[in-house]
């Protein structure tokens, strides 16, 4: 089968033919429809992100299944699933509270293990979301990332309906967690980025309704000023993926506001806390999502809540390069892949 792997020191990932997986008794074999290109490939396809030699990336996708365990049950060849990232261990003490997100021996797909960039791949049961036969295949490979903006809007622990919210980083994941915000109930929604983020900030502002500011040439806080009852934000929802830019949001938050760290930093920063303290702000990370956080946002992404008009753009696998050069450059927001 055509595959994308990464080899160690080398930029990029390497299209390589190799063997279709085999399949334990608890897995299924899945032929992959449609696979997302995420962030966190980035740095798996740059080298910032370690992974095992000849790893194949990608955990957002929709496939068919070809092949069923032994031991499999409520799956069947021809089901069409969308699998999510997180293979919980299900004994763990964080499996056992619910957050399988937080297991003590997670394990992602196409970071710990083989996954989407490929026309095959093994995916254990726990991991398995059925959904209908006829869903659109761009939309079924985005309901990963629509997951994980579902469930960092639900780590908000003030009622949201009304509050007025600040969205930092127009990428697909500030894309997909200002317009949940949205259906959340929030009152007005500001995004942030900056003049490299000019487009994206156009269609949010066009497609959703938000107001904008381009933090290089305009003062967030005279944008919050002009939009916010409170001329601060209530909510702050971080998805740059800049550790730097943290100790910043601080003091854009109006008392007991909440920040929600959305991203996953690789670089640390110094932040003064003192906004934090005087404040009594939340500071709340979020990570992935659990497995009923997912289910509902097949719920969103599957009945049109979700727009997606403007964010996707699609490829097809063996092209699956040409879309990482043109998302890192910022030519296209987010490449959905099409396996032929
Ligand atoms: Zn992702
Ligand atoms: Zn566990």
Same mark, same amino acid.
């Given at each position: ?18 063997? +279709? ?8 074999? !899945? @032929?992959?429809?449609?696979?997302? /290109?995420? *962030?966190? #490939? ?100 985005? +309901? ?8 960092? !809007? @639900?780590?908000?622990?003030?009622? /949201?309906? *009304?509050? #007025? ?117 939340? /500071?709340? *990370? ?55």
């Amino acid at each position: 089968m055509l595959a994308w792997q990464k080899h160690k020191g080398q930029y990029g990932l390497v299209k390589s033919e190799c063997d +279709i997986p085999q399949i334990k008794s608890d897995e299924v074999l !899945v @032929k992959v429809l449609a696979t997302g /290109i995420c *962030g966190t #490939d980035f740095g798996i396809y740059k080298g910032y992100r370690e992974v095992d030699e000849g790893l194949i990336p990608g955990h957002e996708f929709i496939g068919e299944i070809v092949e069923v365990g032994s031991s499999v049950t409520g799956y069947e060849i021809g089901d069409r699933v969308v699998p999510s990232i997180v293979i919980k261990c299900g004994t763990c003490p964080a499996c056992i509270d619910g957050f399988e997100a937080q297991c003590e021996n997670l394990k992602e797909i196409g970071i710990h293990i083989d996954g989407s960039f490929a026309e095959y791949v093994a995916v254990p049961q726990v991991s398995l979301h059925k959904v209908d036969m006829d869903l659109d295949l761009m939309v079924g490979a985005s +309901i990963e990332p629509v997951a994980v903006a579902y469930s960092a !809007v @639900k780590k908000v622990s003030q009622f /949201i309906a *009304g509050k #007025d919210v600040l969205v930092y980083g127009p990428g697909p994941i500030g894309l997909y967690t200002a317009q949940v915000a949205k259906i959340a109930g929030a009152g007005k929604i500001l995004m942030a980025g900056t003049s490299a983020d000019k487009d994206r900030l156009a269609l949010a502002a066009t497609n959703y309704g938000v107001e904008t500011v381009i933090t290089d040439t305009d003062d967030v806080y005279t944008k919050m000023n002009e939009c916010f009852k409170h001329g601060k934000a209530d909510i702050i929802f971080e998805c740059t993926g800049v550790a730097a830019l943290v100790g910043d949001m601080l003091p854009m938050l109006r008392p007991h506001g909440e920040l929600i760290l959305v991203s996953v930093y690789h670089d640390d920063s110094t932040v003064t806390f003192l906004p934090a303290g005087r404040g009594e702000l939340t /500071i709340k *990370g979020t990570f992935c999502y659990t497995l009923s956080e997912f289910e509902y946002a097949i719920k969103l992404a599957t009945e049109g809540m979700i727009d997606f008009r403007g964010i996707v753009e699609t490829t097809t696998l063996d092209k699956l390069d040409e879309g990482f050069e043109k998302t890192m450059s910022k030519q296209a927001i987010k490449i959905v892949a099409y396996c032929n």
